[in-house]
């Protein structure tokens, strides 16, 4: 499936679905998890932690409460405390596309899920994930967005992206 590569702040973007970095825990803490924290207000930290924990690579989803979209999904590619892995990112993704997707959801925007607090190095787990969504065949998605904060970050989603086609 096609996908773009923006640049910003996920908490600020409007889609149907936000997917947040989480570990497996689910209490929303810092990087993506505490962008959409405080955006989104601590109902949505209670609410991620009430669905909470999921194993490792699984998602909850929660309202999305005071953020521009319907819906977030927790997508974990970390234990607790632990370090993201090559299978935990791709089982992430995967689970973060296909709850969108049954959620009948249009547009996503996801993170390079893994590759900040979680530790997992930024160009392969980017490329695990753009694996992921190139491959996935959706129902109802038709506008994935990935998105990533500072300009090194996004320079190097672009450069893996190009790997799979012009984005």
């Known amino acids: 499936m096609e996908f773009t590569v923006v640049q910003g702040d996920i908490a600020e973007q409007r889609a149907d679905v936000l997917v947040n970095a989480a570990n497996t825990g689910l209490r929303m803490g810092s990087g993506v998890a505490g962008a959409l924290r405080r955006r989104g207000g601590e109902a949505l930290d209670r609410a991620a932690i009430d669905e909470g924990p999921v194993e490792l690579g699984g998602v909850a989803v929660t309202d999305a409460f005071d953020l521009h979209a319907d819906y977030v999904v927790h997508a974990a590619a970390m234990p607790a405390g632990g370090r993201a892995t090559a299978g935990s990112i791709r089982d992430a993704a995967w689970n973060a596309l296909t709850a969108a997707d049954e959620l009948g959801a249009e547009s996503l925007v996801m993170p390079a899920l893994g590759c900040g607090v979680a530790g997992f190095d930024l160009r392969e787990g980017v490329g695990i994930l753009l694996k992921e969504i190139d491959d996935f065949e959706p129902e109802s998605l038709t506008d994935v967005r990935v998105i990533g904060y500072g300009e090194e970050e ?14």
């Open 154 to 167: 996004v320079a190097a989603i672009r450069d893996v992206a190009s790997e799979f086609s012009e984005h």
